[in-house]
């Protein structure tokens, strides 16, 4: 009886240890994947999971997806800037620290920042901790705050905000333990889409052949 | 034409005294710190991009338990741990022309806090003034090992601000460990400061109670047996 109960504890000891060996890394959440994102000329599809870390054992991944405007789909919470694309990101922390703070770099327009949670028909996005502050620095940075930390295996709620302009690749900051990590790539509003010259030309030389034929239908039916 | 130039020499003199006062608080030459450890740590880092900097000056010192509230320099604050503990207490000051300065944060070594507690702040009554963080942290909240102490200032430091008074208690005395000063632009910087480690004998006596408690239980085993 004493051995059985002495091997049932060594077992209880021995997976202590190996649980979180066991429960393995954290899987990309919905967003990283989610259909029904927005598609741009180059068909190049936004959605993605983006890993950052540093030596301090800051670790983890943000998931990203942006939508065209009038796309976000069925999440609570948020509702977008009319006419705009949305930029939606989740924050998953791997490692044994807490994270405290996310910023992405803003170098074009951006408005309404919020968080979501819910599922859209492609998975959850939730997490247990709501951001504690968050704002939009204009042409600087949108800030997501978790005064208490967001812990080991958790995940942010989903974070958002609206701009008129489609995105570009850019990056953002995680703090802390302390420290930092940067996260490289994630979307940010790009510029404002401006027709190409090339575009220009083809519409005026589309115009004036339109001129031409119609002065010749006419001056052949006058005739 | 002499008397001009050291009116001038003379101004320039004082405005350096003076911009010299500014940056330099009180921590650095606090006689009630421990004398080991007060000084300044210089922070430089950039954004991802490396398109915009972020530059700021931390002053600390240390307080043996009981001189915290001492300090004439602080004008004798209010010792949250009612002089029981050390305290650590640090000032954030703004430098260059870029960044604004959001966050300090300073890592600790799981244990050199209780995980219950709550002593950390700012003193916004010391003689020195300045920014008040609009929080002051333990992290992760809750009761749980603390792995770091963070002070979000929204919004951002910006000028040539310096922060109020930032401190928090440890029954431990002093290391140097990693700590970032956040600002906008995604920017964040990297250095060292003064945070507490359990001490070693604390570990050594753990360790004993443990070695001891293993040692005790064949033989309770046995006399149970007989």
């Given at each position: 009886m004493i051995r059985t109960r002495t091997s049932l504890l060594l077992v209880c000891a021995l997976a202590i240890p190996a649980a979180p060996a066991l429960a393995g890394p954290l899987p990309v959440?919905?967003?990283?994947?989610?259909?029904?994102?927005?598609?741009?000329?180059?068909?190049?599809?936004?959605?993605?999971?983006?890993?950052?870390?540093?030596?301090?054992?800051?670790?983890?991944?943000?998931?990203?997806?942006?939508?065209?405007?009038?796309?976000?789909?069925?999440?609570?919470?948020?509702?977008?800037?009319?006419?705009?694309?949305?930029?939606?990101?989740?924050?998953?922390?791997?490692?044994?620290?807490?994270?405290?703070?996310?910023?992405?770099?803003?170098?074009?327009?951006?408005?309404?920042?919020?968080?979501?949670?819910?599922?859209?028909?492609?998975?959850?996005?939730?997490?247990?901790?709501?951001?504690?502050?968050?704002?939009?620095?204009?042409?600087?940075?949108?800030?997501?705050?978790?005064?208490?930390?967001?812990?080991?295996?958790?995940?942010?709620?989903?974070?958002?905000?609206?701009?008129?302009?489609?995105?570009?690749?850019?990056?953002?900051?995680?703090?802390?333990?302390?420290?930092?990590?940067?996260?490289?790539?994630?979307?940010?509003?790009?510029?404002?889409?401006?027709?190409?010259?090339?575009?220009?030309?083809?519409?005026?030389?589309?115009?004036?052949l339109f001129v031409v034929r119609w002065l010749r239908v006419r001056h052949s039916g006058v005739c | 034409m002499a008397s001009s130039l050291g009116r001038i020499l003379g101004a320039a003199l004082v405005s350096m005294s003076l911009s010299t006062v500014a940056i330099a608080g009180p921590l650095t030459t606090d006689a009630a710190a421990l004398p080991s450890w007060k000084?300044?740590?210089?922070?430089?880092?950039?954004?991802?991009?490396?398109?915009?900097?972020?530059?700021?000056?931390?002053?600390?010192?240390?307080?043996?338990?009981?001189?915290?509230?001492?300090?004439?320099?602080?004008?004798?604050?209010?010792?949250?741990?009612?002089?029981?503990?050390?305290?650590?207490?640090?000032?954030?000051?703004?430098?260059g022309l870029d960044a604004d300065i959001s966050s300090l944060s300073i890592s600790l070594v799981p244990g050199a806090v209780p995980d219950n507690t709550t002593l950390v702040g700012h003193d916004p009554t010391t003689p020195e003034g300045g920014v008040a963080p609009i929080s002051s942290n333990f992290v992760p909240g809750g009761i749980a090992p603390k792995l770091n102490v963070r002070w979000n200032f929204i919004p951002a430091m910006a000028g040539s601000n310096h922060s109020d008074i930032l401190f928090f208690a440890s029954p431990f005395g002093p290391q140097m460990l990693q700590a970032t000063v956040g600002g906008t632009f995604t920017t964040a910087a990297m250095a060292s400061l003064p945070t507490p480690i359990p001490e070693p004998g604390t570990w050594v006596l753990m360790a004993a109670g443990l070695c001891s408690l293993f040692a005790l239980r064949p033989r309770r085993r046995r006399q149970i047996e007989n």
């Open positions: 959440g919905p967003l990283a994947t989610a259909p029904g994102v927005y598609v741009d000329g180059f068909a190049n599809v936004w959605h993605g999971s983006t890993p950052y870390s540093n030596p301090f054992g800051l670790s983890g991944f943000v998931d990203w997806a942006v939508w065209a405007p009038g796309t976000f789909p069925g999440f609570s919470g948020y509702s977008p800037t009319a006419g705009e694309y949305v930029y939606t990101y989740q924050a998953a922390v791997e490692g044994s620290v807490a994270l405290t703070s996310l910023f992405i770099t803003l170098d074009n327009a951006a408005d309404n920042i919020g968080e979501f949670t819910g599922d859209a028909g492609f998975g959850l996005v939730d997490g247990p901790t709501p951001a504690d502050f968050m704002q939009i620095l204009p042409l600087n940075e949108a800030e997501w705050y978790w005064f208490g930390g967001i812990v080991e295996d958790d995940r942010s709620k989903g974070l958002v905000f609206s701009s008129p302009n489609p995105p570009m690749l850019s990056d953002g900051t995680l703090i802390d333990h302390g420290s930092f990590a940067f996260v490289i790539p994630v979307p940010s509003p790009g510029g404002p889409i401006i027709p190409e010259p090339s575009t220009f030309v083809l519409a005026a030389c589309g115009a004036a | 000084g300044s740590t210089p922070f430089s880092g950039t954004n991802a991009g490396l398109t915009h900097t972020v530059d700021a000056i931390v002053d600390f010192a240390v307080y043996a338990p009981g001189n915290f509230s001492l300090s004439a320099a602080l004008g004798n604050p209010t010792d949250i741990s009612g002089g029981t503990q050390y305290i650590y207490a640090y000032e954030v000051f703004r430098q």
